[in-house]
């Protein structure tokens, strides 16, 4: 995660970073390599009473119950239909294992880091706030994603950004 | 660092607690080896210190030691300001042990204890009632060392029955000590001389090290023979001594006691029976009065001064050298023990897919070789479930210092007396347990217990006793504190509840003897100073009892006013396992601990009544509150059917009915934590994987009850 951060941050510096990249949508999106730990073909998923509306469910990960969060809920896009292609991309948040169901895992690539912008103010049908930046390779446009807000909740987000608005102002 | 850091921790706590036990039997009677192995505690405290550079602890440490050496050999006094002053000593280090890091806080403390504890030295009077103790160090290095060998725990059944018949023929059993010149160049050839010498005069049927080890010379120049039979010691030692390059000879004779009983003692024992821990063992070596002039020394002389041994004290040192287990048993990280219990779990679940798949297949080895598999697995998870049990003397032991300040600052003389303290429970149990049991003693002492002329007016003994006692029974561990002290009236329970408006005056009326001692559990009942001052009891009996519930336990109580009370804690015997009763709710299993469930039933249509709103049923005369699964969980709507099963749960006090899509029967499943991101989620206690590697909810019965909708 910090490798991610510095390499974001320090963008003179000629840095790669790898991604896995993912799709969801119509949108490509990418995590750091570093946080994640496999990939599954979708599985059984438990659903979850009375938990956040994108939690899908739980899963058996070798004996390890993991939660399992639909991406497009997520990201408020339309629900999608679950077929051979569809993933779960098992990542490491805060020392813990979560699950990330999305619609299919193109490939983990290379990038430099000077290729990776800061979020823009929206991003078509998604959520900027759960967005760490932009990457652009050629035509292709990656966003890449903020995975410790992925299972923060709306109001929790809300609140942080109250905060951090008034100690910028100080 | 850190990783020695917690070595250092676990080490330490061990050392103090052994400190402490040493310290309390002290007090009752003062004896030898607590002082011996205080010494080794502090020692060894003092030089683990030392290596972490903790230089307070190893300082203060260092000044228990020498105190404790000056009192091995006599020269200061033992008394209770002295065990006072040791406690104290030992708190300090347990109170730097417990602040590592900020330890230099305390630096002022340790230099005034250290003080104290040098100034109590000097004092430096000799005790009559405490006898010097010698290790074999201060035995003198010149000969054997009056070291008589522990030959009880070495001899096997054979040697066992010869020695029998010898005695029967009344003959004696010596110890021969050789000691050969240094460098001598043929000692195989000089010990079979020695043997051979030996033998004319009787029988050898032991010797250290063993007869191969002599003759291949895998010993430095010293060894044992043990003989029996009727010799002239004079001439067999002129005899032995005739041998060239034999330095030294010693012949003692040995008191051994055979009965079955003393084997069981010994033999029995978790004693290393190598050569080199037996010379590490001084509790095991019994002392013959050390020979003076031990460089020539006269064996007329030797066999009749040395006395003959003490057998009852032979056996107190043999079964205090059998509570030392250390040397069998390695620390292992509990994160690893988990981890190892988890992969077995994975085993099991696999190995269920494996036979499955198996079945389909149909080929006679194929199943003669899953058969194996599966008793194989099987035995491995009774065994990997063992690992995580431990003995709840680990919490027990806390409790002998607890009660002793607790009857000083109460002025008040206590027993407790401990029993069943190897009884094993999971190890997370064992660190939960613990503080219920602590509030349990606390009230036995400050409330159950009277004071002496309380007691003496009464006719009963002047010393209360409080029984702390554990034992298995089925899947469960009882854990029960019982006190002979006041015990507790129900009557003034029952005006006390209803004071509190706890019950209402009909209930009141209804209320029996039993129910209403339960009322100290309610929870609003205790808090007040009065009620406990009268009733004698209930501190925070509510707090009790919801945290042995929350381990899946139950408390009760029992009491006979004026004759003492008594509370039985049942546990499960792990946390990681429970039986549960799976249920099938919206095509999703969930799993209900079979301690919440009272009963199942089906019902019809017409038994659901409904009263302001919500559905009721009627069983046995009890009006139950009656939900649809479905719907407390927010997982769908309730459906009209010909017939629901339905599950009658009980939490505390609450007791309901779940309708169910249907019941499948019950199971153990091992518990699993939810997720941090998603563990409050109220009604869910955690998750299982089935045999399927499905992941199934267990509910939370208490949780589900205790929402407002109820």
Redo the contacts between chains.
């Keep these: 995660m910090t490798n991610n951060k510095d390499a974001l941050s320090n963008k003179d510096a000629v840095s790669e970073v790898q991604m896995v990249a993912f799709r969801l949508e119509n949108e490509e999106f990418a995590i750091d390599i570093h946080q994640v730990r496999e990939v599954l073909k979708i599985t059984q998923v438990t659903p979850l009473p009375q938990s956040a509306h994108f939690i899908e469910g739980i899963i058996n990960l070798r004996g390890e119950v993991i939660p399992v969060v639909d991406l497009r809920k997520r990201f408020e896009l339309p629900s999608g239909e679950r077929n051979d292609q569809t993933r779960i991309i098992i990542v490491e948040i805060q020392d813990s294992n979560v699950g990330l169901i999305v619609d299919s895992v193109t490939e983990v690539m290379r990038l430099s880091s000077s290729l990776i912008q800061p979020p823009p103010s929206k991003v078509a049908g998604t959520r900027t706030d759960l967005i760490q930046g932009v990457g652009k390779i050629s035509d292709r446009l990656l966003i890449i994603l903020d995975l410790n807000r992925i299972l923060t909740s709306e109001e929790k987000i809300a609140l942080e950004e109250v905060t951090l608005g008034e100690n910028m102002e100080v | 660092m850190e990783e020695y850091r917690d070595l250092f921790l676990a080490e330490a706590n061990d050392y103090l607690q052994s400190l402490n036990r040493c310290l309390l039997e002290m007090e009752k009677t003062p004896k030898g080896e607590q002082l011996t192995e205080m010494f080794r505690a502090a020692h060894s405290l003092k030089g683990m210190a030392g290596t972490m550079g903790y230089d307070l602890i190893s300082g203060l440490t260092h000044e228990m030691e020498s105190l404790l050496d000056q009192l091995r050999s006599g020269e200061a006094a033992v008394d209770k300001d002295f065990t006072n002053l040791l406690f104290d000593a030992v708190d300090l280090v347990q109170l730097l042990v417990d602040n590592l890091e900020s330890q230099d806080n305390f630096s002022a403390e340790v230099k005034a204890l250290e003080k104290k504890l040098q100034d109590w030295g000097k004092q430096g009077q000799i005790h009559e009632h405490l006898p010097p103790v010698r290790d074999e160090q201060s035995a003198g290095d010149g000969g054997a060392g009056g070291k008589r060998i522990a030959w009880e725990d070495l001899i096997n059944e054979f040697e066992k029955e010869m020695l029998k018949d010898a005695f029967s023929r009344g003959e004696k059993v010596y110890q021969i000590y050789i000691c050969l010149r240094r460098g001598s160049l043929l000692k195989s050839v000089r010990a079979f001389m020695v043997l051979k010498n030996t033998e004319k005069q009787g029988e050898v049927i032991k010797t250290l090290p063993s007869i191969p080890d002599l003759e291949e010379e895998t010993f430095d120049r010293e060894f044992f023979l043990l003989l029996i039979g009727k010799p002239d010691i004079a001439s067999l030692t002129q005899s032995l001594e005739n041998i060239s390059e034999v330095e030294k000879v010693e012949i003692t004779k040995v008191q051994m006691n055979i009965e079955p009983k003393f084997e069981e003692a010994t033999l029995q024992g978790d004693f290393p029976t190598d050569r080199a821990n037996m010379q590490k063992r001084p509790t095991n070596m019994e002392e013959v009065a050390s020979l003076k002039g031990a460089s020539s020394p006269s064996v007329l002389e030797n066999s009749n001064v040395v006395p003959e041994m003490d057998i009852s004290q032979v056996i107190k040192r043999a079964r205090t050298a059998s509570n030392r287990t250390a040397e069998k048993t390695i620390r292992v990280e509990t994160a690893k023990l988990d981890n190892l219990v988890?992969?077995v779990?994975?085993l099991i679940?696999n190995r269920t897919r494996v036979i499955e798949l198996g079945k389909k297949i149909e080929d006679e080895l194929l199943e003669d070789s899953l058969e194996q598999l599966e008793r194989i697995t099987a035995e491995l998870q009774s065994a990997v479930m063992t690992l995580r049990m431990v003995p709840i003397k680990q919490v027990f032991d806390r409790f002998p210092r607890m009660v002793r300040d607790l009857s000083v600052e109460k002025q008040k003389e206590i027993e407790l007396i401990i029993s069943g303290e190897e009884t094993e429970l999971d190890r997370t149990l064992v660190n939960q347990v613990g503080d219920p049991l602590v509030h349990l003693l606390r009230n036995a002492i400050d409330h159950g217990l009277e004071d002496r002329e309380e007691r003496v007016k009464k006719g009963k003994d002047p010393v209360g006793k409080i029984y702390l006692e554990a034992h298995h029974e089925g899947s469960h561990v009882v854990v029960s504190v019982e006190d002979d002290g006041r015990g507790i009236d129900p009557a003034i329970i029952k005006d006390k509840a209803l004071e509190k408006n706890i019950i209402s005056p009909e209930e009141a009326d209804k209320i029996g003897r039993e129910e209403a001692l339960r009322l100290i559990f309610r929870s609003g009942f205790s808090t007040s100073r009065e009620v406990t001052d009268i009733s004698g009891r209930g501190v925070g009996m509510d707090v009790v009892k919801a945290s042995i519930e929350a381990i899946n336990g139950t408390v009760e109580v029992k009491s006979e006013p004026g004759r003492g009370c008594k509370f039985v804690l049942r546990l499960p015997l792990t946390l990681a396992i429970i039986r549960t009763l799976m249920v099938e709710s919206s095509k999703?299993v969930y799993a209900v601990p079979i301690e919440a469930v009272r009963e199942n039933l089906y019902i019809e249509p017409q038994d659901i009544k409904t009263i302001q709103g919500g559905k009721v049923i009627t069983l046995r005369e009890e009006v139950l509150p009656l939900y649809s699964l479905k719907e407390i969980?927010?997982?769908g709507k309730f459906e009209e059917q010909d017939i629901y099963p339905v599950v009658v749960v009980q939490a505390g006090d609450k007791k309901a009915g779940f309708i169910v899509d249907e019941l499948l029967g019950q199971q153990e499943v091992v518990i699993?934590?939810?997720?941090?991101?998603?563990n409050d989620?109220?009604?869910?206690a955690?998750?299982t994987?089935l045999g399927d590697?499905?992941?199934?909810?267990i509910l939370d019965v208490a949780g589900l009850l205790e929402d407002g909708r109820f």
């Design positions: 988890n992969l779990g994975e679940i999703e969980l927010g997982m699993k934590s939810l997720s941090k991101f998603v989620i109220k009604g869910i955690g998750a994987v590697g499905r992941v199934t909810l």
